[in-house]
């Protein structure tokens, strides 16, 4: 099975940087996927890393370790828009379609 | 790309009743998913469909509740004498058989069971 642990709740100001940690350990590994999700609202993708290394999209990049069982998703130039839940997935090497869920790290950007 | 729909977008119903929802995933996509997520918490796997085929059902699911995807195209999930823990919101999502395919996300069912 997968354990995916994510911290609960972050606070970061307008214009910053912030960095969302997400570490596992799983027993197949087959991808590991970053969703935001707004309150009352259905989780949207963010971004994918399946080798090492960083990912770069836009102010989003995600970072993969796989020795480490570890990830971060790194946000830059903050908005108020970006206050959401983070979740980080992990995709199942034995089931390749099914992905187990975090339970998501809040965000909360303040001006 | 019209997304993937959920149907109804709410349910309230009392303990005891059988309740059914519905999901019309992306038309290109092959893989169906039906996840439970409570306040707090993230997406809890409940199965997932490749095609019409049922291939994996959430250990953690009892047998009360059921689900369908009889022409591998829309899917329903059945709860059968609901209990006020089965209170949460329901999402379905699909995705392609790609190896690097995100889920897309419904916008869920969200149910209260009184």
């Known amino acids: 099975g997968q354990n995916i642990d994510q911290p609960t709740e972050m606070t970061a100001t307008e214009g910053a940087i912030v960095q969302i940690n997400c570490t596992y350990q799983t027993s197949g590994f087959n991808g590991l996927f970053w969703y935001q999700q707004h309150a009352g609202e259905a989780p949207t993708f963010l971004s994918y890393?399946?080798?090492?290394g960083l990912e770069e999209k836009g102010r989003f990049s995600s970072f993969l370790s796989r020795s480490k069982g570890y990830s971060y998703l790194l946000l830059k130039e903050l908005q108020m828009k970006d206050s959401a839940s983070y979740l980080c997935a992990v995709r199942d090497l034995a089931n390749a379609g099914k992905s187990t869920f975090g339970d998501g790290t809040t965000l909360t950007v303040k001006p | 790309d019209t997304g993937v729909s959920q149907n109804p977008r709410h349910k309230i119903t009392k303990r005891g009743q059988n309740v059914t929802f519905r999901c019309d995933p992306i038309?290109?996509?092959?893989?169906l998913y039906w996840y439970r997520q409570t306040l707090g918490q993230g997406p809890e796997f409940l199965t997932y469909f490749q095609n019409e085929a049922q291939l994996e059902k959430s250990r953690l699911l009892s047998d009360r509740f059921s689900a369908e995807r009889p022409k591998g195209s829309f899917s329903t999930l059945e709860i059968q004498r609901t209990e006020q823990g089965d209170s949460a919101m329901y999402l379905c999502a699909s995705s392609s058989g790609d190896y690097n395919s995100p889920l897309h996300f419904g916008n869920g069912t969200r149910l209260t069971v009184t």
């Open positions: 038309s290109e996509h092959n893989r």
């Open positions: 890393n399946v080798l090492d």
